[in-house]
């Protein structure tokens, strides 16, 4: 009857994500008087996740699952679930586990609550609070399956270590063949990227162009930041749609989001809205993101960048 957690990793170590879902799991376990199980696929030292309230972990080593497949993913999260007697399966609400978790509660017969922030108010009937209209409200949604599957939104509940240590134990699930194979995935390793991110370094067309762009970079190393753009600047060709952030882009749940020349179009706002402080620099004061702005700075993003790096850098030095 515990509660089943996937963990996501890769290149062998747990993501931070992993650990955020694993302490979710825990306090809603202990909600229900139960332990934690998490599945683990192709990672490192399980026992990490024993400090974040996992009591058991069921370790997958299939190099077939080197390669996220959602259905390949979502077959062996179902097969745990009934062999733990899972009622409750809890992901992130990362982009992989966005395509695993509705097929993870069809094949359990399972309700699924998305963008979940906080942990039940009740568990009979299972009741959850979750974000909604592009993070401009919230809902409360109650699910009536026996079987509950649950997306947390990231940054929402947060890190929380216990003194427990986890149990290994090896998994071996039946890992069905499909259609839909993997030839490459291409990333970049020499940077934060977007999804880790704590904080989120973004230029739009106000930069005026790709040769601009290095204070963006500069900012993003001083502050250890990842990159990002709006929707205008991958189309126009000046940054790769990899940092395409917003509504039809990647979604931004960060702790800190800086926007340089970004006017703030709704689907902008609606792809980062989740972000817990935002810092917008423009010089029309009348621009629409200063509305969602915790902070707003009017003024030339060639001026005021610059001189933010060079009191960062000082700060730093004087800091270190």
């Not at 089943?4 to 992993?18: D, I, N, P, R």
């Not at 199980?37 to 069921?58: F, I, P, R």
């Not at 993070?135 to 009536?144: G, H, P, Q, V, Y």
């Not at 704590?198 to 963006?216: A, C, D, Q």
């Amino acid at each position: 009857m515990s509660v089943l957690v996937y963990t996501e990793s890769e290149q062998g170590k747990f993501k931070k994500v992993a650990f955020e879902v694993a302490s979710y799991a825990k306090a809603v376990a202990d909600q229900l008087g139960t332990t934690v199980t998490a599945v683990a696929v192709n990672a490192g030292d399980a026992s990490e996740l024993g400090a974040y309230g996992v009591d058991k972990v069921l370790t997958i080593n299939n190099s077939d699952l080197d390669k996220f497949n959602a259905n390949a993913y979502a077959a062996a999260l179902e097969q745990a679930a009934k062999q733990e007697g899972s009622k409750v399966v809890v992901l992130s609400s990362s982009a992989d586990s966005k395509y695993l978790a509705p097929l993870v509660a069809v094949s359990l017969e399972a309700g699924y609550a998305s963008n979940v922030v906080e942990t039940p108010s009740n568990t009979a009937p299972f009741t959850v609070k979750r974000t909604a209209f592009t993070n401009k409200a919230f809902n409360l949604t109650s699910i009536d399956t026996d079987v509950k599957v649950v997306g947390v939104s990231k940054n929402a509940f947060g890190l929380v270590e216990t003194s427990g240590n986890a149990t290994s134990e090896d998994f071996s699930p039946s890992i069905p063949t499909s259609g839909v194979t993997v030839q490459s995935v291409d990333k970049a390793t020499d940077k934060v990227t977007i999804a880790d991110a704590e904080i989120v370094v973004s230029g739009g067309r106000g930069l005026k162009g790709p040769e601009n762009w290095g204070m963006v970079e500069e900012l993003a190393e001083v502050l250890g930041a990842a990159t990002a753009c709006s929707k205008p600047v991958s189309d126009l060709g000046w940054r790769p749609h990899s940092e395409h952030v917003g509504q039809t882009g990647k979604p931004v749940a960060s702790n800190l989001y800086i926007a340089i020349g970004i006017s703030g179009a709704i689907q902008h706002l609606a792809g980062i809205n989740s972000s817990k402080v935002k810092v917008v620099i423009n010089t029309d004061p009348e621009a629409p993101f200063f509305k969602a702005a915790d902070y707003g700075v009017v003024g030339d993003a060639f001026e005021v960048v610059p001189t933010l790096i060079e009191k960062l850098k000082a700060f730093k030095a004087q800091n270190a």
